[in-house]
Structure formats: C-alpha cells, structure tokens
C-alpha cells in the first residue's frame, strides 16, 4: 500500500486525537451559560445569601475539577504542601487557566494571621452583570470564591472563601475581593513544617 505509516486514516471521528489548540471558551457562550446559571439559581431561592451560597456550591465542583486537572497537566500528579505555595498556585496558574491571566494581586490580611486576600479590579463573572437595586449587595463573585474553596479543600487546605466588593476612589465599579480566612490547622501544620 502507498503511503502507509505517512498519513493515518481514520474512520470514525472518536478515533481522531484531541488536538492541542486553542483551549479558550468564548466570552460571549461563557456570559450566556454564566447568566443561565444565576437565573435559574435565582428561581430557585428566597433571598441573596442563599443565591451566593449556591453559586458558590456550583463554583466548589469546577475547583475540585480544575484542581484535579492542572496537577496532572502543570505538575506532574505533584500538590502543594505548604500554604505561600498554594495561594501563589491559586493566584497565577488557576487564575491564569480560568481567566487567562494572572489575578491582580495576592495580599495577608493586617489584622488576622489567618486571612489571605485575591483581588481583581474587574472579575469576569462580575463584568456582564448588573444587579438590580431590590438585590442589594449581590455579588457573582461567590462562584469565583467557590472556585477557590474547591481547589483549597481538596489540596488539603480547608478555609472559608467570601466574595467581597470593595469601592476604588475614582472608579465606577468596584473591586472584587476574594477573602481566604484559612482553618486553624491549616497554620499549626504550615509552623509544624516550617
């Protein structure tokens, strides 16, 4: 036969590799999907705390997913084990795959030894959104914040993850501020190991 072992041919389109192109999502089909979640979400509860408690639910099973995915792809099946290591993992590389660039800054909260802070002057999930006045201080960010938890939680690093905005002098919208307040074992083991 010509050209055997040149050029594979495949007979069926499940048999053909998965390429490694582009591996971004259209921002236009991410809003669409996004604001299908927050409505139907919205039908389904009472009040704003428990709306963000549910985005922040569905934001828990994309970081356990996500987690999972980069330690195989960037790691090599490796987590981290030591507290600067995870946050600067959830800052850049997570950040980076889930929005495609690094959050804008990383910082130790001044009162609590506990509490790490991520800020993004303008969050996607906050972008396209508009919160009605009779909604309050509803904040989409509770899915980026469940993200964060689920990829905490399941490296080994329990904490409670909020969503917060936080007004900027001279600037219309707010910044949106994902608070980490880390579990008291989280500390004993990182000055055990360090």
Not at 11 to 38: C, I, M, W
Not at 42 to 65: P, S, W
Not at 79 to 107: C, M, N, P, Q, Y
Not at 161 to 189: M, N, S, Y
């Amino acid at each position: 036969m010509i050209g055997v072992g040149k050029i594979k041919q495949y007979t069926n389109v499940v048999d053909k590799p998965l390429s490694k192109g582009r591996q971004e999502v259209s921002l236009s089909g991410f809003a669409y999907l996004f604001s299908e979640l927050v409505q139907y979400n919205q039908t389904q509860v009472d009040n704003i705390g428990e709306l963000e408690r549910r985005l922040e639910d569905a934001g828990y099973a994309v970081g356990v997913r996500v987690l999972e995915l980069l330690c195989h792809r960037e790691k090599g099946n490796r987590r981290e084990t030591r507290l600067l290591g995870i946050l600067s993992f959830v800052h850049s590389t997570v950040w980076k795959v889930l929005f495609g660039k690094v959050a804008d800054s990383l910082e130790k909260g001044t009162e609590h030894e506990d509490e790490y802070m991520i800020s993004e002057k303008e969050l996607l999930v906050n972008r396209f959104i508009s919160v009605p006045k009779d909604m309050g201080s509803f904040n989409c960010g509770a899915f980026v914040a469940g993200i964060v938890r689920g990829v905490l939680d399941n490296a080994g690093f329990p904490a409670v993850v909020t969503a917060h905005f936080v007004p900027v002098d001279g600037q219309q919208r707010p910044r949106t501020t994902i608070l980490i307040k880390f579990a008291e074992e989280v500390l004993r083991r990182e000055a055990r190991l360090g």
